[in-house]
């Protein structure tokens, strides 16, 4: 069975397929990056991952994933 059959069996209608394995714990990482550097930037304070995405102040890091891959990441 090739990927794209099990992505639409692995789904319900107007659900996207879930993240590939590799690219969660990328998104991960990078969450954890953001953080750390959200830290420094603001002498210790903490924020939901989620709530970087398009923030004057967002990490670099965050640029290369979806909101939906941040939120996948940050629910695991």
């Known amino acids: ?3 794209d059959e099990r992505d639409k069996e692995n789904t319900e209608p107007g659900k996207p397929a879930p ?10 990482d990078a969450i954890m990056a953001a953080l750390d550097e959200y830290k420094i ?4 304070g903490t924020i939901a991952p989620i709530e970087l995405l398009g923030a ?6 965050l640029c290369d994933y979806t ?5 996948q990441a940050s629910a695991s």
């Open 1 to 3: 069975m090739r990927k």
């Open 19 to 28: 993240l590939d394995p590799v690219r969660l714990m990328d998104a991960a």
């Open 41 to 44: 930037d603001t002498r210790g």
């Open 56 to 61: 004057p102040n967002q990490p670099k890091v």
């Open 67 to 71: 909101r939906w891959e941040i939120e």
